[in-house]
């Protein structure tokens, strides 16, 4: 969440890459340019901290310079979910792992089935890793749940992403497919959702278009979940709330 939160990713992930000997590191980036949106010296700088895929969700267009750059090799994703013809992928294969990124419908962009699309998806691609991140970034819990129990024992893991609320709900499903609703923000602790507090109080109380800054001051929370794999099945071992605080 803006300038906050990627102070935070520079000086937390190096030593969690160490501190759990983490092969691959993956991040939903759309709000790292000042909570809105992405540009291309950020997608640099994120893959200079050690951040090895950046997925993304409503907010992926917020930067009109975007488009011009998301159809390059960066690892950058925009929910495979939006129609035929929308700049960008929906997925990539890094190593021996299927990275995917799908966007909800229920309160969000009314965009392609996500659960149609996963299917579509799989039957393209007969030939694919055994090894599946799905980061589904939706708004409701009842329809990342249901992705949720749609994907077990077809997808390694299914992270939801977008409320900015980390939920405790992490688990293996009986298929194999570690799980959580949310994972989180990584933003300041001292704001609504990563805003400033009076400023969306202001938009609350009016009614009435406010600008929402990214809030600066405090310490930031770091969200994240690590997750291990059985590279020989595709199938999660554990997954764990590894949560932080960086002054």
Same mark, same amino acid.
């Given at each position: 969440? *803006?300038?906050?939160?990627?102070?935070?990713? $520079? *000086?937390?992930?190096?030593?969690?890459?160490?501190?759990?000997?983490?092969?691959?590191?993956?991040?939903?980036?759309?709000?790292?340019?000042?909570?809105?949106?992405?540009?291309?010296?950020?997608?640099?700088? /994120?893959?200079?901290?050690?951040?090895?895929?950046?997925?993304?969700?409503?907010?992926?267009?917020?930067?009109?310079?975007?488009?011009?750059?998301?159809?390059?090799?960066? @690892?950058?994703?925009? @929910?495979?979910?939006?129609?035929?013809?929308? @700049?960008?992928?929906?997925?990539?294969?890094?190593?021996?792992?299927?990275?995917?990124?799908?966007?909800?419908?229920?309160?969000?962009?009314?965009?392609?089935?996500?659960?149609?699309?996963?299917?579509?998806?799989?039957?393209?691609?007969?030939?694919?890793?055994?090894?599946?991140?799905?980061? /589904?970034? &939706?708004? &409701?819990?009842?329809? $990342?749940?249901?992705? *949720?129990?749609?994907?077990?024992?077809?997808?390694?893991?299914?992270?939801?992403?977008?409320?900015?609320?980390?939920?405790?709900?992490?688990?293996?499903?009986?298929?194999?497919?570690?799980?959580?609703?949310?994972?989180?923000?990584?933003? @300041?602790?001292?704001?609504?959702?990563?805003?400033?507090?009076? =400023?969306?109080?202001?938009? /609350?109380?009016?009614?009435?278009?406010?600008?929402?800054?990214? =809030?600066?001051?405090?310490?930031?929370?770091?969200?994240?979940?690590?997750?291990?794999?059985?590279?020989?099945?595709?199938?999660?071992?554990?997954?764990?709330?590894?949560?932080?605080?960086?002054?």
């Amino acid at each position: 969440m *803006g300038r906050p939160g990627r102070r935070a990713v $520079k *000086g937390l992930l190096p030593i969690l890459r160490r501190e759990f000997d983490i092969d691959m590191v993956i991040a939903n980036g759309e709000n790292a340019a000042n909570g809105r949106g992405i540009t291309a010296p950020i997608v640099d700088e /994120f893959l200079s901290f050690g951040i090895d895929v950046i997925t993304s969700g409503n907010h992926i267009w917020d930067q009109k310079e975007t488009a011009s750059f998301i159809d390059t090799e960066i @690892p950058l994703l925009r @929910p495979l979910n939006y129609p035929e013809g929308v @700049p960008g992928r929906g997925y990539l294969v890094v190593g021996d792992v299927l990275v995917v990124n799908m966007m909800g419908r229920v309160f969000m962009n009314d965009l392609e089935c996500p659960f149609r699309t996963f299917d579509h998806l799989l039957e393209s691609l007969p030939e694919r890793p055994k090894t599946m991140f799905v980061d /589904f970034h &939706a708004e &409701a819990t009842s329809e $990342k749940v249901a992705f *949720g129990w749609y994907l077990d024992g077809r997808a390694s893991v299914l992270v939801g992403t977008h409320t900015h609320v980390p939920t405790a709900d992490t688990r293996i499903l009986p298929g194999g497919t570690a799980y959580v609703t949310d994972v989180g923000m990584v933003g @300041p602790s001292r704001s609504v959702i990563g805003v400033e507090i009076d =400023a969306v109080i202001a938009r /609350f109380l009016t009614q009435m278009p406010h600008a929402l800054p990214v =809030a600066q001051d405090g310490s930031v929370l770091f969200n994240s979940v690590l997750v291990e794999i059985d590279e020989t099945t595709g199938k999660a071992k554990s997954i764990k709330r590894v949560d932080r605080e960086w002054e």
